[in-house]
């Protein structure tokens, strides 16, 4: 039995639409700061907002790497990848503002991050 053009035509835009939510949930990030004797990193992510995210793994980011994940929620501990190294890496984001000096807040001393 074949569905009339419009049921077909509603179908296929409610598929988009669930597609487009579940993209939209994921958004890449490229390292700025990072450094192995920390866990923690300093992110810029689309429409220059930046982030700390904390590294829940030994797996090692280098600036310059670009990450794809859930940038989104603080929190929740959930994996991204890393594409340059193709690694999985589990994380959590900690803080996430326009203001890099404000990510930076929360980042510890011994980290010896940058401080703007």
């Known amino acids: 039995m074949q569905r009339p053009l419009a049921s ?6 409610a598929g988009a639409a669930l597609a487009a939510s579940f993209t939209a949930q994921a958004a890449d990030a490229v390292v700025l700061w990072s450094k192995p004797s920390c866990e923690m990193a300093l992110v810029e992510k689309p429409g220059n907002e930046f982030g700390v995210i904390l590294r829940l793994n030994d797996n090692r980011l280098e600036p310059g790497d670009e990450l794809e994940g859930d940038f989104e929620s603080i929190n929740a501990i959930r994996p991204m990848k890393n ?34």
């Open 83 to 116: 594409l340059a190294s193709g690694e999985d890496i589990m994380m959590r984001g900690v803080r996430y503002s326009t203001s890099r000096k404000y990510v930076l807040q929360v980042m510890p001393k011994w980290c010896k991050a940058p401080k703007e």
């Open 8 to 13: 077909r035509a509603a179908l296929a835009l």
